[in-house]
T-cell receptor, first 115, second 112 residues
Framework: AQSVTQLGSHVSVSEGALVLLRCNYS??????LFWYVQYPNQGLQLLLK??????LVKGINGFEAEFKKSETSFHLTKPSAHMSDAAEYFC?????????????FGRGTSLIVHP | DAGITQSPRHKVTETGTPVTLRCHQT?????MYWYRQDPGHGLRLIHY???????DKGEVSDGYSVSRSKTEDFLLTLESATSSQTSVYFC???????????FGDGTRLSIL
């Protein structure tokens, strides 16, 4: 069975500082991995997707994530935080099997950006 | 943006009443999903559909039923609403199951 763990329900950074949101997954087969962002009172929007083409994936709004098989991780980073990055971020894992590829979502990390 | 419309956007109802939420898409995507979002739980899958009249259960399907009689519409029904079903409900669509999902703006449901 697949699972995903997001470390830290809240992450607080200063504007201009590095953003690091952690995601670890559990899967017995190579997974697809996703990061989504949710702004208040909106649905989720795709930030980026890993599908085994390249381990470093670049997404929208300056975010990127690196797939590390040995660490079963897919952490999301951004070099310099903006106030507009304040939102809820969700990691999701998708693997083949029963309910093939239906993704499982993490519990989310709320990013707080201080001026 | 993907054309997904959820209705209603807000609803308040009483315990024991039936409730139906509607998700309408204009993208002709094959897959449609219903999730509920609760603090501390993230998104949990209720049911999903992989075609007209083809549906399957998710991890929190008890107390919910779905129907998909047309490609563009996916209905979620609470046959007899309970207070534990107070939540924000999201519909999502995807072209194929391994493709990214596109989400609606959610329905905030309160059951008193």
């Amino acid at each position: 069975a697949q699972s995903v763990t997001q470390l830290g329900s809240h992450v607080s950074v200063s504007e201009g500082a590095l953003v690091l949101l952690r995601c670890n997954y559990s899967s017995s087969v190579p997974p697809y991995l996703f990061w989504y962002v949710q702004y208040p009172n909106q649905g989720l929007q795709l930030l980026l997707k890993y599908t085994s083409a390249a381990t470093l994936v670049k997404g929208i709004n300056g975010f990127e994530a690196e797939f590390k098989k040995s660490e079963t991780s897919f952490h999301l980073t951004k070099p310099s935080a903006h106030m507009s990055d304040a939102a809820e971020y969700f990691c999701a894992v998708s693997v083949p099997g029963r309910g093939s590829y239906i993704p499982t979502f993490g519990r989310g990390t709320s990013l707080i950006v201080h001026p | 943006d993907a054309g997904i419309t959820q209705s209603p956007r807000h609803k308040v109802t009483e315990t024991g009443t039936p409730v139906t939420l509607r998700c309408h898409q204009t993208e002709n995507h094959r897959y449609m999903y219903w999730y509920r979002q609760d603090p501390g739980h993230g998104l949990r899958l209720i049911h999903y559909s992989y075609g007209v009249k083809d549906t399957d259960k998710g991890e929190v399907s008890d107390g919910y039923s779905v129907s998909r009689s047309k490609t563009e519409d996916f209905l979620l029904t609470l046959e007899s609403a309970t207070s534990s079903q107070t939540s924000v409900y999201f519909c999502a669509i995807s072209e194929e199951v391994d493709q990214p999902q596109h989400f609606g703006d959610g329905t905030r449901l309160s059951i008193l």
